[in-house]
């Protein structure tokens, strides 16, 4: 694989970014909850008949308490859309546009940070129509893929853009559909958000309900409608019930007229009565046909059952997964269901079915501890990982005790995958230990104090305590220099020449070039991809015109980068021409060198300047006519010029036999090949001048077509011939040679290494060359480093044809973020993090927060450096560049820096996932543990944050970002200002 296949593209980015689980039909969400057949037929079908009506946009508001089965009809209805199709010949666009489920299990599915950009990855594979437009809008600002980005922005670009392209085309096509699951599970947890108040979580609903409004009032979209369920929680009916989004909002439940008689659809009315009995019965039956001795309930246990469900899927749901528990008798499960109180269970009453669950466990006191660890978790883990995280006392039991509470949660059989409570019922009635009955439940510690000392102890067993991190640091701050700090956001300007994958070292030694240390010990640097860039900028020409640079073009290193496609083309610019007249141009005139530059126009243009004639009068002129590029020249017009002009000199070794014979081949070999070359070569043979040279003129023609039509060269297979023929791809601007089944020979190991040269890059500029960019061969060429090469260099007048727009908005897209942009915006939102935060004064003899004031004291052209060193991927700095000389220690210094962060990181990625989690989550369970804290917990806080806090940052630091750490810190340190100091 290539660097340029390694590198991130921006689809790449957002597939990354979106969040998978949020989609209704995730794996990470199974079982999904679907409507069984036959059940909530009035409630679906008034559903479909709001989605149809395309009068005007819609917020159709489904709300419920919990458990009454508002995702199973989100689910139900999402998989019904997306069966359908927008128009009767499309074959992709469905009608369902996207889906967000939310959950306060998952990180990324708790808050409102990656909404739009989720929807608009599912938008774009539903319509890769817009997909372009996705792009454009990510590369123009790649900080919209940010969490933290504004909401309104998000949607702007990622959302209402892409819409507004499908109006014309679904100007005739049903509504388009979005299904939204559990608002209220919009939460924010993490402390990813800037604080972890209760008023913060319901300002982010609220924003994204009044945004949503907006978005459905934008007069240029095509009509949509919006499916939302959620608890009826106070703020988000407030957030419904505003003046802008009364108009836009269908509330089920509704009251709609039929004949004069009211009729109430509604999630929790009395036909869900029935539809509860058709689910128990549907279970029951299936049951059976695993257990053929299992008797099946009667019609008046079923519908004592119904009604104890209270209306209620998920206590029906639970009810039958109680009973169908593989390791215990189903008809005593019956039993124990069917002898519960006759009272229904409305509202939190659910919660009397979780006591008797619990009190049929061994142990009921420990199972209730193991299953409000497993809600409090802010992420899932698996069985073995939770057992690792509460260590050998607590955890010894876990797996044991949680496979007795299977019908409240999931633990998968596969004790890899993480375990999940079924329903968020289960996360409210651990939340308080007053809904819980049993007696033995109320002495217990908190999970969330179990969970910070199990983090704390883990951490302290497996973070040894070290200094690398501030070691390292203060080693490069050694080499600070009084350099003004630049803006993070200017540096895209001072790296604008990188074209590799942005690696330390190699940042470094440019950053270093361009603020003017050029001395010869990091010459090496110029040969290198990214030195050859930067010497096609204005600050590198006007470099080579300077003494060292005109001394450097005389080492091998400037001969070499001369024979380059950069090199080349620099010699016809006014500099390079000018450089040619220096002593030092015309000692390389008299190189070999000289033959590439003179078959290019640069060379054959100079040859007509008075420089180039005075230079054909040299003896170098002389050896330069037999080469093969010296024949070709002399069929040029400019050739022909000469010959006819300066006849003397011109027949200077040309007057013998063998120049002669020499010559009458190349004719014919110019004649077959270049109908261009063919008629100067014709009209050259009509002159006087050629009669000089051929005395028998008339020879020459009949040989020549004898030749043409023996050797018949547009019939034989390309492929058959040498790479070299590559060559007569350029002088034919119209593909004589590219025939049906001739273009493969590009794709064979001649084909690409010609492509890589002069040869082929010439090419690509007439009109086959870039039809062929266009075809399967050329796009899968562009992904190549030649491919790279050649769009840095010469492909940009191509990317601005219509051919290279397409381009760009298809494959192109990862191509455009090959260099330092995307980089250089994550940098700047560090920096920017970095120079917020506040370190209390009390705190600065601390060695972790030494570390990061001396990663913000550094100048940028080592933070940026040691930024990437410590982001969270790979680079390919494994050894010093070949000849860095010995005493360059700033470059050794961080290559110490870049060799302490891979070692960090390969460290990190070897550990467990339950430490991973405990390094993530320790500071979000310390603060919601119990105040005041006991003394267990205030003495491990103590030590590790007095010995262990720099190695969690080395950790986190390398394999996450220093942004995060910050995120998590800032919470530590309040907490440590309270209780420590």
Known sequence: MTSYQAVEGTWEKLSQVTVKGAEYDSRERQPHPKCLKGTRVDLLDYIYGLLQKKEKNRLIWLHGTAGVGKSAVAFTVAEKMRGLKMTEETKIEKRLGGTFFF?????KRRTTGYFFATLAYQLAINFPSVRGDVNRAIIENPALLDPDKSLRDQMEALFLRPLRKLLLRLRECPPLVFVIDALDECTPE????????????????????SLLGEALCEPDLPIIHILLTSRPEEHIRKAMQTEEMRPLVCEIPVKTSGKGVAATISLDGADVDNDIYIFLQHSFRELGSRHSDFPQPSVDQLARLASRAGRRFIVASTMMKFIDDRNHDPRDRLELMLELTSKMLPGTEVYKLYDRILSTCADPTLAYLHLSVVAALTDPLPLSQISKLLGPGQGRDVETVLTQLRSIINVPTDISLPVNIYHSSVRDYVSHRSNCSLRQVRYIASPHSLLALSSFRLMMQDLPDRTALLDALSELKKHSQATQPQDPKNMKDSLSFIVQSPDPLQVLIGLLWVRGDRGPELQFWLE??????????????????????????????????????????????????????????LDWLQTPAIKVWLRTQGGFNWLRNEAGLDWMQTPAMKVWLRTKGGFNWLCTEAGLNWLQTQTRDGRVGLQTQRRRNQLHVLAMYVWMESSGDQVCMQEWLQTPSSQQWFPSLSSYRQSSLSFSVSYAPISQPFSQLSHNRGDQLQTSDEGAWLIPGSLHWLQTLDGREWMQYRGGWDWLSTQSGRN?????????????????????????????????????????????????????????????????????????????FQAIQQFKSLPDFLMFPAFLALRHQEHSTSALPQGCPPDMEIIHAMKAFSTFAY????????????????????AIHLSRAPNPW?????????????HNLLSWLERQWSLRDLHSCLIILSEGQKLAMEHLL
């Open 528 to 585: 290198t991809l990214d030195g050859h860039a930067w010497l096609q900028t204005q600050g590198g020409k006007d470099w080579m015109l300077t003494d060292g640079g005109r001394h450097w073009l005389l080492n091998q290193g400037g001969m070499d980068w001369l024979q380059t496609p950069g090199g080349l083309d620099w010699l016809q610019t006014p500099g390079g021409l000018d450089w040619l007249q220096t002593p030092g141009g």
């Open 190 to 209: 993490s402390l990813e958000s800037e604080s972890l108040d209760e008023p913060t979580a319901e300002s982010e609903l609220a924003d994204l309900i």
């Open 903 to 922: 070692e960090a990181r390969a460290r990190s990625r070897s550990a467990s996932d339950a430490l991973n989690y405990a390094c993530q989550n320790w």
């Open 103 to 107: 959950s306060r299990k998952h990180t």
């Open 934 to 946: 006991d003394n267990r917990l205030a003495y491990l806080f103590k030590s590790f944050w007095n």
């Open 772 to 848: 062929w960019l266009q075809d399967t061969g050329g796009q899968d060429w562009l992904q190549t480093s030649g491919g790279r090469d050649w769009l840095q260099i010469y492909g940009r007048d191509w990317l601005q044809t219509q051919g290279g727009q397409d381009w760009l908005q298809t494959y192109g897209q990862a191509w455009r973020l090959t260099t330092i942009w995307v980089t250089v915006e994550e940098f700047s939102s560090t920096s920017e993090a970095v120079r917020e935060y506040i370190i209390a004064p009390e705190l600065l003899l601390q060695q972790a």
